[in-house]
Nanobody, 124 residues
Framework: QVQLVESGGGLVQAGGSLTLSCAASGRTFSNYAMAWFRQAPGKEREFVARISRSSGITNYADSVKGRFTISRDNAKNTVYLQMNSLKPEDTAVYYC?????????????????WGQGNQVTVSS
């Protein structure tokens, strides 16, 4: 089992920045690819970004490319999502997820473990 706990969400004005953190415990963190997904009210949960086990490969949704950065610190068992130039359409509950495969994927059903979610609200 892997337990994931997100933090760092909140309310921010459009154009602002936030950094989300996801702390992992349980199994060896470096054995998992990690990702962030988000879910806005009335919408499906969607892929945001992913990072491979060793941080060598990252991938982003087109909607956040150039504004968001995913990173991880395997020594701290933590994955981060730096969000810049935030827009009202970024408002959602953000979830981190762990995939026991090396590179992860953008498909939510590939992920084995999920955090509880963290609200991000961007005001216009």
């Amino acid at each position: 089992q892997v337990q994931l706990v997100e933090s760092g969400g909140g309310l921010v004005q459009a154009g602002g920045s936030l950094t989300l953190s996801c702390a992992a415990s349980g199994r060896t963190f470096s054995n998992y690819a990690m990702a962030w997904f988000r879910q806005a009210p009335g919408k499906e949960r969607e892929f945001v970004a992913r990072i491979s086990r060793s941080s060598g490969i990252t991938n982003y949704a087109d909607s956040v490319k150039g504004r968001f950065t995913i990173s991880r610190d395997n020594a701290k068992n933590t994955v981060y999502l730096q969000m810049n130039s935030l827009k009202p359409e970024d408002t959602a509950v953000y979830y981190c997820a762990a995939d026991r495969r090396q590179y992860g994927s953008s498909w939510r059903y590939d992920y084995d473990y999920w955090g509880q979610g963290n609200q991000v609200t961007v005001s216009s």
